[in-house]
Every structure is written in C-alpha cells, then in structure tokens.
C-alpha cells in the first residue's frame, strides 16, 4: 500500500480489505493510537474515532518543549487543538510556534485550528453558559471555549445569581430552545438549582471555589449542587469548566442527526 494507515479505524479497514497482512495489523495497532513525545506524554490519535472528539491536553505541569510537541503531533493528524490550563508563558511559545492558536487568558484555554470535528450545522446548536457572578468568569469561560473548540453555539450570561433573581427571569428568553445548559456558581451554589426549575434540558452545574471561609473552596457549592431538587441539575467537580462544558457538549452532540443516506465511520 502507498501510505501507512494511521488510525485504528484505517488499520481495521486495511486489513479487512487484505491490504495489510495480521502481522503488519499487529505491530501498527500500538503506534496508530498512539504517539510519544518528549519521552513523557503519549498523545491519543485514536480518541476522535472512539469518542467523537479529539483528545484534550492539559496545560499545566507540562514544559513548553513539551506542549509545542504535543501539539505539533495533534496538528500533523489534523486535529483540532483545545489545551486547558494554559500560563501566559506556555501560550507564547504555542502561538510562537502556531501563529493561528488562539489563547483565552481569562480562561487559560488554547485553542488550535485544524479538521473540524463537528458537522457544520452543530453551530446552529446553543449551549449557553451562565455565570451566578462576575467572580466566576474564568471558569466559564473555559467552558465556554470547550464549547466553541466542539463546534457549538456557546453564549454567556453573566451576572444573574440569586442576590438580584429578578437577573435572571429577564434573561430567561436567552435560554429557550438550548440542548443544554452550563451553569457556574460559587457561594452557596443555588443557581443551577434556579435555572433548572425554568427549563427542560439538562443543566451541568460546576461549582467555583469563589466565596468566604465556610465556602471551604467551593465544597459547599458542590454539596449544594448535588443536593439540588431541580431534577434536570448534575453537578462536576469544583473549578472544572472544561468538565462541565464537554459534558453539556456531549450532550448537545447527541441532537446532530446523521446526514440522509451518510454510513458512520
């Protein structure tokens, strides 16, 4: 064959169609989901075919040398990028490297274009992200730039916790017609709660460690969340707005319908 295949899924196909023999299968099979770099990270190029979307990198503890690298491997199979916790330091060297990548200061997120991973109808899709305060904007807006890195429409309504509820019932128009929604808190958490009594989609929760001493660094805003009455509330871990917005991504993923006459892949 002219060219190595470079995923599990060519790999499978090449052999089926006796391309490729079951030795060669076999000794492909590891370097196709996977690359090393740097001798201390093993990039996943498999993850797009087996979950929809490519694999995430996360920022921070990684050296420039090392993220650059990371990225240049994701860039060649031509995959979109999306790194999370990402220091200023770090992005000037990515955006030394990669003049298209696009860094959110505010949410430490970095993003690379490469192959769309989303139908280009996705957009059309709405996942709006809403903040309870101003206080909680930088992990909102990771998740909102994990939304937009998915391919979805990802507005932000910021500011309409429960100290002025009436914020919130302005805004409520806002939300009509959304797959699902990212609701971020800290404090005592209450909002998703609020939110989800006013709409029928899913509601992910993500608690910030925003707020006072007995906020114990956004446990309380978690235990609030999970303790929430409003059904349709399910809540991540604390700060973790790439969690929240990939789970509400997911879940909008599920509204794209497949192409008349389209196979899967």
């Not at 490519?54 to 990225?71: H, R």
């Not at 429409?153 to 309409?160: G, N, Q, R």
Request: aromatic residues 6%; negative net charge; hydrophobic residues 45%.
């Amino acid at each position: 064959m002219d060219a190595k295949p470079n995923t599990f899924v060519e790999l499978c196909r090449a052999h089926a169609d006796g391309r490729i023999s079951a030795e060669v299968f076999w000794q492909e099979v590891g370097s196709a989901s996977g690359r090393t770099v740097s001798g201390s990270a093993t990039v996943d190029l498999d993850r797009i075919q087996r979950c929809g979307f490519p694999e995430v990198v996360f920022g921070q503890g990684k050296t420039n040398e090392c993220l650059v690298e990371v990225i240049t491997v994701l860039r060649r199979a031509e995959q979109v990028v999306l790194c999370t916790r990402v220091s200023p330091d770090q992005a000037a060297h990515v955006v030394a490297r990669f003049p298209d990548a696009a860094y959110s200061s505010e949410g430490r997120t970095l993003r690379v274009p490469g192959h769309q991973v989303c139908r280009t109808d996705a957009f059309k899709i709405r996942v709006p992200v809403v903040t309870a305060g101003s206080a909680d904007l930088p992990v909102a807006e990771e998740a909102r730039q994990t939304l937009l890195w998915m391919g979805f429409d990802a507005p932000c309504i910021v500011d309409v916790g429960v100290a002025g509820p009436w914020r919130l019932l302005s805004r409520l128009h806002e939300l009509a017609g959304a797959a699902a929604i990212v609701v971020v808190a800290g404090m005592e958490g209450a909002l998703p709660s609020v939110v989800g009594g006013h709409v029928p989609c899913p509601v992910i929760a993500v608690p910030t460690s925003v707020g006072y001493g007995a906020n114990f660094q956004g446990l309380s805003a978690l235990l609030g969340m999970l303790n929430s009455c409003a059904a349709n509330v399910v809540p991540v871990n604390i700060d973790a707005g790439f969690k929240g917005g990939y789970f509400a991504g997911l879940i909008a993923a599920s509204h794209i319908r497949p192409e008349a006459g389209s196979e899967p892949s």
